[in-house]
């Protein structure tokens, strides 16, 4: 969907309004194309991450998604119900869940690697400078977001924004 622009319009204004759209339509077709490899995008990153990683605590999980806990509760709850993923208890920690796949890596791997590829052919349309110029201007984008969330690991993470 575009947005209509006036000639009067900042260049900021019309980049905000941009980026919005792109972001909405981005979603929307990534999750088509996550749905394609055969899961969701928060089911893929779960089962990935789990793959990657080994059994995870729920809460760990949590935090590598970026979700809350009850949100990777729902997520076990219907990857456990398709029997991809079990629930077992932490060897020392009796308080500790841990998370772990039932199906097979290589199957995880290959849903991931086929949304990945879906992903890294949207850029082909883009020269290897513009693909550089990008990642550049997002890496700064990020930096910034994450510097006024209190998240900057350097003081001056968002000086070049």
Request: charged share 25%; glycine share 6%.
């Given at each position: ?78 990857l456990e119900s398709e029997g991809l993923v079990r629930r077992v208890p932490h060897s020392t920690d009796r308080r500790v869940t ?64």
């Amino acid at each position: 969907m575009t947005t209509p622009r006036s000639d009067s319009e900042s260049p900021v204004a019309a980049l905000v309004l941009q980026t919005g759209a792109f972001a909405d339509a981005f979603g929307r077709w990534a999750g088509r194309k996550a749905v394609e490899a055969g899961a969701s995008v928060p089911r893929l990153r779960l089962l990935y991450a789990v793959h990657c990683h080994g059994p995870q605590k729920m809460a760990d999980l949590a935090g590598e998604l970026a979700v809350t806990p009850r949100n990777v509760t729902a997520l076990v709850d219907g990857l456990e119900s398709e029997g991809l993923v079990r629930r077992v208890p932490h060897s020392t920690d009796r308080r500790v869940t841990l998370v772990e796949l039932t199906c097979s890596q290589e199957r995880v791997a290959a849903q991931f690697q086929t949304y990945q590829g879906s992903i890294e052919r949207l850029f082909d349309v883009l020269t290897v400078e513009d693909q550089r110029t990008l990642s550049r201007v997002l890496a700064t984008l990020s930096r910034r977001m994450n510097a006024e969330a209190g998240c900057s690991t350097a003081a001056g993470d968002a000086s070049d924004a």
